[in-house]
């Protein structure tokens, strides 16, 4: 439901066209329009929702909004908002100009004007605007500021507000974000970072070769407090841009299950080592499905795309259950990341203002000689369905899209905070660490799990993994860096049908109602594991950041008369729930 945060531009388009009190164009677009802004605060959105349809376009109100207005949307928005909350609070199920004249700010007073809310709009003078209209919009905005509380980041005082900004999208990601606002303002990316103020560490605002890969995680205070204010985005608007806010859905994202030790730091700087040796995050890459891309059909959608998700950078997040689609990782045209040129790239041709947010940003590998090759520009929705992987049993198909539709409802952020394992109630976010860890063992060990596959045809995409893994195992047993071994076997898939199918495996074997019933399928990959290698195989079976219901089902052996459960219950000092009770 997002839409332009464009008030300069809609107060353009507004005072251009004024609003008759009888017109609708305009006022219909206004009651389209205050949703919008209402986003983030739930209650007024829903009592706006609710409003009977035409009680701002018809009689009066028109005139009256107009006149409080003078067509200015953004303080339309307020206004609308002011008035939802005062008929929340008041019991009225109508807004009207005398309930809405509670509401005290006028356009035209610097002195009663509401306190401490970050305006997303300028303050406007009541004389007509013309078509120099964003121009003195800017300059009121800075020039006013006594007006307005404006909180102005300190140190960053030659920073401006940018002239347009954008709402985010739904889980859209923040290089999403930087594309579509930098498509917009028809600047590219690069520029834009450096005129939103970031990073803070660089004093020379005039040249930034890359856009760090940590953006997409995390961003320091003082860059949160620069976007803040030269996007007019909210707190949590910029906190919902960044990975790091999946963290209490996610295990490889929260600092709490990333160590042996939790690491007590600053949150900031856990936040930001987030980034490192962090492989079942996709930092330096992100996949899509071509068809959310395309967008929902709304205006801004169709003008910019579609959202680049966060979700997609989890590899957990394989396919699009929506579009029935597995996700993608490379352009269908040159067959490179479509998004990254290197590790350390957030978004590849930064400085490049012509590409669309859907394009493909890669510089293909040609044999020209020319210094700046073109971008190869392919538009990602159009990827055909027919060069994605073919899964031919339709069991393999819905056994994969029926895990990715729980996996998303456990990464949603009203999905439920707790889930099973091993028949004991876990963290959700932990829960992914539970399944990494077991994906490990999988890869390891294979073919010992393969029985446990959904079908033959999800065992024979593991085959093939498998195969390459014990290779690149073997292969790096030569090499002097040893510890880089058991990556082999720990690291995500890149294929996302493969992802899916060991997932499944991983998912089966947690979902056993108790510990020992997960023990009779689990440990068999521990002995294999500890036979084939027996010091590489001991951080497998310990992984980072599981649970102690897994732990113990893959290290511990009961002995005398203490079970599993005893065990478990002893380690999480009588804290650990178990899932089911049908099984003591
Ligand atoms: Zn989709
Ligand atoms: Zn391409």
């Known amino acids: ?33 205050f949703e919008l802004d209402l986003g983030g605060a739930g209650e007024v959105r829903d009592f706006a929702f609710g409003l009977r349809p035409g009680m701002l ?8 909004l107009f006149r409080r207005t003078r ?41 009663t004007q509401r306190p401490a809310r970050f305006p997303k709009f300028p303050t406007m003078s009541p004389s007509p605007l013309g078509r120099h209209a964003r121009k003195a919009a800017t300059a009121s905005s800075t020039t006013t500021a006594g007006a307005w509380p404006v909180v102005e980041p300190s140190g960053l005082s030659d920073l401006r507000p940018l002239p ?21 303002l028809n600047i590219g990316p690069g520029p834009l970072v450096l005129r939103a103020g970031l990073p803070n560490s660089r004093r020379d605002r005039t040249t930034l070769i890359r856009i ?30 960044l990975l790091a806010s999946l963290g209490s859905r996610y295990g490889a994202l929260n600092p709490a299950y990333r160590g042996r030790q939790p690491h007590r730091g ?95 940003r890669a510089t293909p590998r040609q044999g020209e000689l020319r210094a700046a090759r073109p971008a190869c520009g392919a538009d990602l929705t159009q990827a055909p369905k027919d060069t994605e ?9 819905n056994a994969l899209f029926a895990l990715q539709r729980k996996f998303l409802s456990f990464l949603s952020p009203d999905g439920p905070k707790q889930v099973s394992s091993v028949g004991w109630i876990i963290p959700t976010a932990q829960y992914f660490q539970d399944l990494r860890g077991v994906v490990a063992l999988i890869f390891m060990t294979w073919p010992q799990a393969r029985p446990h596959a959904a079908t033959p045809e999800l065992a024979r995409v593991i085959d093939a993994e498998a195969a ?5 195992f073997r292969r790096r047993g030569a090499e002097p860096r040893k510890n880089l071994r058991s990556t082999a076997y720990t690291d995500p898939p890149d294929d996302p049908v493969v992802t899916g199918a060991v997932l499944e495996i991983a998912d089966r074997l947690l979902r056993s109602p108790d510990e020992n019933a997960a023990a009779d399928l689990l440990v068999p990959l521990v002995d294999e594991a500890k036979r084939i290698h027996q010091p590489i195989s001991y951080p497998l079976r310990s992984p980072c950041g599981a649970s102690i219901p897994l732990l113990v089902v893959l290290a511990y052996h009961p002995r005398g008369s203490r079970s599993r459960r005893d065990h478990i219950q002893r380690i999480a000092e009588g804290h650990s729930i178990r899932a089911t009770s049908s099984c003591d």
């Open 1 to 33: 439901m997002s839409q332009i945060r464009d008030d300069f531009h809609q107060a353009d388009k507004a005072v251009a066209e004024p609003w008759e009190c009888d017109a609708s164009g305009a006022v219909v677009q206004v009651e389209g329009l």
């Open 57 to 64: 376009t018809e009689g009066e109100m028109p005139e009256y």
């Open 71 to 111: 067509g200015i949307v953004g303080l339309l928005k307020r206004l609308i908002e002011d008035g939802c909350t005062e008929a929340m609070e008041s019991g009225a199920e109508e807004l009207t100009p005398e309930l809405l004249s509670r509401s005290s700010w006028e356009t035209t007073t610097t002195a």
């Open 164 to 184: 347009r900004s954008l709402d985010p999208l739904e889980d859209e990601s923040l290089p999403g974000y930087l594309l579509r606002l930098s498509y917009r």
């Open 212 to 241: 760090p890969v940590s953006f997409a995680v995390s961003l320091d205070e003082p860059d949160i407090i620069a976007l803040c204010y030269s996007t007019r985005l909210s707190r949590r608007e910029v906190d919902g841009l």
């Open 266 to 360: 600053r949150d900031s700087f856990s936040a930001k080592r987030l980034q490192y040796n962090n492989p079942w995050v996709l930092t330096t890459r992100t996949q899509y499905c071509p068809d959310c891309l395309a967008g929902d059909g709304s205006e801004i959608q169709r003008s910019l795309g579609g959202a680049w998700r966060r979700l997609w950078r989890l590899p957990p997040v394989f396919c699009c259950p929506r579009h029935e689609r597995f996700l993608r990782r490379y352009c269908h045209h040159c067959g490179e990341l479509v998004q990254n040129r290197h590790s350390n790239d957030l978004i590849a041709r930064p400085r490049d203002s012509e590409l669309h947010p859907l394009q493909c």
């Open 389 to 397: 992987p073919i899964l031919r049993n339709p069991r393999s198909r």
């Open 468 to 472: 390459r893994r014990h290779g690149l």
